[in-house]
T-cell receptor, first 113, second 111 residues
């Protein structure tokens, strides 16, 4: 049973709309991540956080922003959605120290029309 | 810098036949390496991991992988494919702050 939850599971939205993708985990993990998974199925790190009030850009440049006001919550926001933002967004978390202790959410599949 | 290359974007096998998903890594030292699986509409799940303790690593669901330093490979194998193995498989290397994923291999299992 996954302890990391992403909502919504699917989202279809018009160009120019502001959207927030939610990610919450109940494991008390300090480290959280957002990956973007393109239709070709490659995953790229777009944001990460090592704790409350800590956020960093990942390897792939993204117009999205993130916040980490609470340990369990790591939402991703797009101020003005565009068709180029159509992708799947995966959230993950892990405990400090374990390289393999990642838990992934089921993802949000975003389509911008 | 470390990276991984998955040599096949698609692999199709018949049920009951062996599975081979290929992954090569590039690193100046022996890295940690993982295989993750992603079933449709499911989150990524860790299949197995290599952390230099043993070169032959056994994972869940009958999968295993062998770390071969001379070939810089970490291929994933299974003796007999099941229909439930159809999924996307990722070879992954930790890169300090996060995981770096290969491009993925989609495994199809034909009845």
């Amino acid at each position: 049973e996954a302890d990391i939850y992403q909502t919504p599971r699917y989202l279809v939205i018009g160009t120019g709309k502001k959207i927030t993708l939610e990610c919450s985990q109940t494991m008390g993990h300090d480290k959280m991540y957002w990956y973007q998974q393109d239709p070709g199925m490659e995953l790229h790190l777009i944001h990460y956080s090592y704790g409350v009030n800590s956020t960093e850009k990942g390897d792939l440049s993204s117009e999205s922003t993130v916040s980490r006001i609470r340990t369990e919550h790591f939402p991703l926001t797009l101020e003005s959605a565009r068709p180029s933002h159509t992708s799947q967004y995966l959230c993950a978390s892990r405990e400090t120290g374990g390289e393999d202790g990642y838990t992934f959410g089921s993802g949000t599949r975003l389509t911008v029309v | 810098a470390q990276s991984v290359t998955q040599l096949d974007s698609h692999v199709s096998v018949s049920e009951g036949t062996p599975v081979l998903l290929r992954c090569n890594y590039s690193s100046s030292y022996s890295p940690s390496l993982f295989w993750y699986v992603q079933h449709p509409n499911k989150g990524l799940q860790l299949l197995l991991k290599y952390t230099s303790a043993a070169t032959l690593v056994k994972g869940i669901n009958g999968f295993e992988a062998e770390f071969k330093k001379s070939e810089t490979s970490f291929h994933l194998t299974k003796p007999s494919a099941h229909m439930s193995d159809a999924a996307e498989y990722f070879c992954v290397v930790p890169m300090g702050r996060a995981l770096t994923f290969g491009s993925g291999t989609r495994l199809q299992v034909q009845p």
